[in-house]
C-alpha cells in the first residue's frame, strides 16, 4: 500500500510541474504588450481631414480596444475611445478648430497590457473648405453582428431613450428590442410576424441614416 501511495505521489508532482509551466507560458503569452502594425502616419495610421474635425483609421496586430487621447496641445485634454476588441479601428474628431494643429496618441489596452504609440499631429482644413460629414450605418445590421456600426446603431438608439443599455458594439437581445421600438414608432414594421422586424434592413437603414443625417 505504502508504495502505491508513493508512485502516485511522483506522478501527482510531475503533473503539478508541468501545470506550471504551461501556465507560465500562457501568462508569458498575456505579458505582450499590444503594439500598432507599421505605425506611420503614411502607412498604416490615416488621417483624412477636415476644417472640423478628422477620421482616423489603423490598424494594430492583436484585437485590442484603444483610448485616443488629442487636443492642440501636447497636454490632449480630451479622448475618444472604443470598448471593441478589434484589429481595424477607427476614430472620428469632431468639433475641432479650422486651420489648427492638433496632437494625438493611441493608448491599446486588451484586459492585461497597455501599449502607447508615440505622438502625431495633423493640421485642419482652412475653414470652409470640408466639413465633417456625419457617420451614419453603412450596412444592413442583424442579431449577434459586431463592429464600429453597431456601436453608432446603439448612440443612436440612446439618443432616441430607446436604449438604455452599455455601448458595446454587440447586437444583443436589449439593441433588437429597441430596434423593435424604434420601428413601431417610426411605423416601419412592428410585430414578430413582420418580416424584418427587430433588424435592421433597407427601410430602418434608411430611416435611421436619415435622422443621422448621413
Known amino acids: 500500500m505504502n508504495i502505491h501511495l508513493r508512485s502516485i505521489s511522483k506522478y501527482s508532482i510531475g503533473f503539478f510541474i508541468i501545470g506550471i509551466v504551461a501556465c507560465s507560458l500562457v501568462f508569458a503569452e498575456d505579458m505582450v504588450a499590444p503594439q500598432l ?23 494594430s496586430n492583436r484585437p485590442e480596444r484603444y483610448i485616443l487621447s488629442y487636443g492642440d496641445t501636447l497636454a490632449y485634454g480630451q479622448t475618444e475611445t472604443s470598448p471593441l476588441l478589434v484589429t481595424r479601428h477607427e476614430a472620428i474628431l469632431r468639433n475641432l478648430h479650422s486651420a489648427t494643429v492638433y496632437h494625438f496618441r493611441i493608448t491599446l489596452e486588451d484586459g492585461y497590457n497597455q501599449g502607447i504609440s508615440r505622438d502625431y499631429s495633423f493640421t485642419t482644413l482652412a475653414q470652409g473648405v470640408a466639413l465633417l460629414p456625419p457617420i451614419g450605418l453603412e450596412r444592413f445590421l442583424l442579431y449577434g453582428n459586431r463592429g464600429e456600426d453597431v456601436l453608432r446603431l446603439q448612440q443612436f438608439l440612446t439618443r432616441e431613450n430607446l436604449y438604455t443599455g452599455p455601448i458595446t458594439g454587440f447586437y444583443n437581445q436589449d439593441t433588437k428590442i429597441a430596434v423593435e421600438q424604434f420601428q413601431c414608432r417610426e411605423r416601419i414594421v412592428c410585430g414578430n410576424s413582420f418580416y424584418g422586424y427587430g433588424e435592421v434592413l433597407r427601410n430602418t437603414f434608411h430611416a435611421i441614416n436619415a435622422l443621422l443625417g448621413a
Open 37 to 59: 502594425s507599421r505605425v506611420t502616419i503614411t502607412g498604416s495610421i490615416a488621417i483624412k481631414l477636415y476644417s472640423d474635425g478628422a477620421f482616423i483609421t489603423w490598424e
